[in-house]
């Protein structure tokens, strides 16, 4: 075969492998454009979700608009199984890997600079934990030793049987838990602002842009892959994640709701717990511990079958939802599509909430037993650590997608 | 295994898995060879993104009527107009089934893509494009009992007298024979054969890029052609557009085509335009943009324009060349700037001021410029300029096997085969001529899959030669 004739000096989009960036981060951003310039110019995609319409609503692409669409990405996948350039195409194409590496960077970029390197957070996280947990328990032990010796008498009525008062004293708890609680709002508050600074967000006083987010936030819109459902944990359409992500997310918003109707109980109506069994705090507590416990276990169910099927070997190859040999061989090429980090950190919240779930409804079940006080414990215990370490979980998913949402939707069409 | 499968369907593309799966709802062993490895499974058909098909009523995703005589009425307009006229407007009738048949074989559809002017009202895209499609349909196959081998190349048939006996294959496993009661060539063209297409273009072909897998090679074609196959279509038929001439040499799909020519001017290697730019609507014209560009020297040609016009069309996936003068951007492409300046010159004198409007046909035209532009001519002035070199992209090659209306294959003795039918880009030459019609060839691929499907299980089921497989396969591609 005979060569081409001369053609125009070539000059394929950037390509971080072949060309030294300046820092990680600017060969990531790199990356994501190279990708995203190619998918701007297919657009197979743009019925399964918001990302690629806004993509397509940009000509060209500053590092703030990939952070967005970065944060706009549920992460379904059905892009990467929907898409003919995926590898082994030379074109390379992976959108769920290159944009959850632009997530990992971005939250630890809008997260207040630790005095530690960043590519040890995760231990630092693990550590941060461990220390809170063990500060918690003292906590509640010593403000049991001082319930003991009056601090039902300290509020001017003994705390009945069964009420957390026996063990902790209310002002004890509420330090305990406000504490990190408020620390984790503050920082939660304030990444969310630098990102959404960095990003040129937009909208967050307009009401139909608001109204338009949450309620995309509250059904999903983007977890349904214009109706074909997700790729997820394997590439077979599937509802399950995004169903389990329902039971997450209104299990957390019930176990709120349960501590508010609490609060309102005990500081408004002036009725200390423990509450009756029919009553709004227990009520809601267990219809949303339960939520977490089928959410989270389901999701980490979930996150085991994708890595399985990332590892490979027999077990993939036995699993019924990798039958299909093309998307089985995908499956095990592409061993991150997530990045790692933030896996882990996916991890870190499902087995935080699912602790908190856990020891909550074990509280509910064991108040009167001589189990109760380490029970409640424990479970205090949990609470303070994962309050604490919030932020640096995948928690924050939360309040980048939304803010993600509010700026897609103020976007004009 | 010893006993003969009933129908083996060569190639997994669009055409050769509805093929497969409509032969599934008939007979029992249906076997699939798909010659790529699992994960580029699938063929051009990967590269597709839309279908189109005459509609009596509109639909949230085509909106308003595509009548028969209007899908007839384009297809005519395209080249030398339809092929085989009884086949073609079989193709167009039946057509009106083919998406109701899609969905009911799992196939989602999303809105017509942005940016795809004048193509929703005509075309219907399926949700995630080709691959997406592929994806479904081998859920279905599976799901139905069909049996893939994938990493499988058909080498050849095996004949005796007017029936193929079997098929012989090369894989993993060696080199091995099929014995099938029917079957179905599905295998696409031959248009990364790029020796074959020497025969036809000369050394013109060694500047063609080729828009999908380098394995559609033409090896069953010529296979068939060498068991006595009679030929459809013209030797130089062939479905081509202009791409980024930075693109590789196979396999670079949808992404590298460029939409900016009706906005912008078309220069070849010496600097001079060659073709009207504005002629039509671009969905009926951007398919003869490989052809022109295949007929200038060097088999390349340059869209120059300015940045009035840079956002109406889709973002091309490789960066154009950028310059605040023609000269410059004409110097970037390594041309002659002085050709380029006084092409781009006598274009802009030409302009007559008309109301710009890039979604009709607006007749913002040049005067007594050869050739003319027709529409959407506005002078190249606001600076910075944009140019990108291209090639000609070859999607398929039409030159196939002539088929009867049951999708048989004929003999070019005037007899047929009588187990050996075709579908898809393989016989596409029986309807298409010179031209091309976007969304024409998935239209093809399934109406002739179906058939061909039927067919060949009816032909697999009678066991003998013509007995009852031409009703069957009528009632097949009909319903």
Redesign the interface.
Known sequence: ?????????????ANPAASPAASPFAGLFAEAERQL??C?????????CAVF?AL?RR?ELTSGDITHLADLCHDCR??Y???????????AINPPAVLSAVRRHTYDEYLPRLPWPASRRGAIAAAALASVAVLASLAVWIGGAGAAGGAGAARGSAAAAGSPYQVIAYPALLAAVGLPALWSVVVMARSGARYWRATGGRGLTRPTALRAALRQAATLRNLRG???ECSYPA??PSAARRRLHGFVAWGFLACVASTVAAAISQDIAGDPPPYPVLSAPVLLGIAGGAGLIVGCGGLLVLRRRAARAAAGGDAARADPAL????????AL?DQALEDPALARRGYALLTGLLLLAVTGLLTLVLRDSAAFAPVLGIHLAAVVACFAIAPYTKFMHVVYRFLALVHDNAEPI | MTDPWDVVVIGGGNAGLVAAITARERVSRVLLLERA??????GNT??T?NVRCVHDTGDAYTPGVYSYDELWRDLCAVGDGPADEGLASRTVRLSASVPSWMSAHGV?W??P???TLHLGRTNR?F??????LV?TY??TA?AAGVT?R?DCTAEDLEFSGDRCSAVVVSGTGGRTRIEARAVVCASGGFEAN??WLRQYWG?AA??FLVRGPATNDGRMLAALYSAGAARAGQERGFHSVAID??S?RF?G????RLDSIPFSVVVNAHGERFYDEGEELWPKRYAIWGRNIAGQP???AYSIWDAKV??LF??????P?VADDIGAVAT???LDARAVTETVTAYNKAVVAGSFDPSRLDGCRTSGLEPPKSNWAQPIDTPPFYGI?MRPGITFTFMGVRITEEGRVRREDDGVFGNVFAAGEIMSGNILSSGYLGGFGLTIGTVWGRIAGAGAAGAAAAGAPGVAAAGSATAGGGG
Do not use: W
């Open positions: 075969m005979t060569g081409k004739a001369a053609n125009p000096p070539a000059s394929p989009p310039t190619i701007n110019a297919c657009r197979y995609c743009e019925g399964y319409p397509e000509r059905d892009c199984t929907a898409c003919m350039y995926a590898p082994p195409h030379e074109f214009g109706g074909a590439d077979e039958k299909d040999p093309a998307l089985r061989d995908q090429r | 490895p699992a994960a580029l499974r699938g990967r590269h993104r989602r999303q809105p893509l942005t940016g895209f949700l995630g494009g080709g691959k997406a994806n081998h859920r599976a893939v994938y790029i020796g050394e060694d500047n001439a930075r590789p396999d799909g949808i992404a590298t060097g088999q390349i840079n956002r889709l973002p091309p996936m490789y960066p060349v970037g492409l390594g070199a």
